[in-house]
């Protein structure tokens, strides 16, 4: 209990304990909640690690897998170049191009060794292509491949001409070179009937086996070349007109 000393005056000495005990519960709830805030910061430094080395290592993940998707498409995609066929020249009597890429990776099933040379409107008549395997004369290839022969087709099968080489050409197959082939005795070609050719790549008999079951290659733009005669006749209406200019 408490006693007093003096008017009013409680003593010291049994006060002060209870305060010392209230004091002590002070900081000790101070030291607690120091604990628990402590706590609490350390749990969330150690989120914030463990996500920054999850995120760390997502992140090479991701790089992973978008490696893996580029590496993909590119197995997917044509590793080779499609044929391309240039400087084609159509005149009555001969015929030369260049040709350079891969062929297709699945070959057709029969004629491997043919390009087939269709008119784009293949039941013209007339035709460009005069008269029925009319073979030419001479032929050459600068490339790998050993050329066969180079004739006009079929005329009951339509307006066309075609090149075979000496061996089955495969699928894939790298080809490049210049072909060109003469006819002598008489005219092969009428190079004012035809506009655009569509190359086929052998036949393939479960699309009826016709010069136009197999592989389309390339479409071929043909830009009449003049006979000499005729280029010969233009050079001089050239040079009458340039007299007639001048004077």
Known sequence: MLSRGGANTFLVSEIHPIMKAESLFTLA?????????SAAASVTKN???????????I?????????AV??????????????????FSLTSNSVSFSI????PSTAPDQSPKSLFFLNSNLSASPGFALGSFNGSS??????????????TGNSSNGDYFFTSFTNNLTANEAISGT???NWTGGPAFDPSQVTN??????????????????PLLTTVNVAAVPEPSSLVLMMLASGVMLIRRKR
């Open 47 to 57: 989120q914030k690690k463990r996500r920054k080395s999850e995120n760390m290592k």
């Open 70 to 87: 580029l590496l993909s498409a590119l197995a997917a995609a044509p590793a080779n170049a499609e044929i391309s066929i240039t400087n």
């Open 138 to 151: 001479s032929k050459s290839f600068s490339g790998s491949q050993p050329l066969s022969s180079v004739m």
């Open 29 to 37: 709830l101070a030291a607690t909640a120091a604990l628990i805030t």
């Open 197 to 214: 050719l569509n190359v086929y790549w052998g036949t393939v008999a479960t699309n009826g086996g016709t010069i136009f079951s197999g």
């Open 179 to 181: 072909l060109t082939a």
């Open 59 to 67: 992140k090479p993940t991701i790089m992973q897998i978008a490696a």
């Open 100 to 103: 350079s890429g891969n062929l």
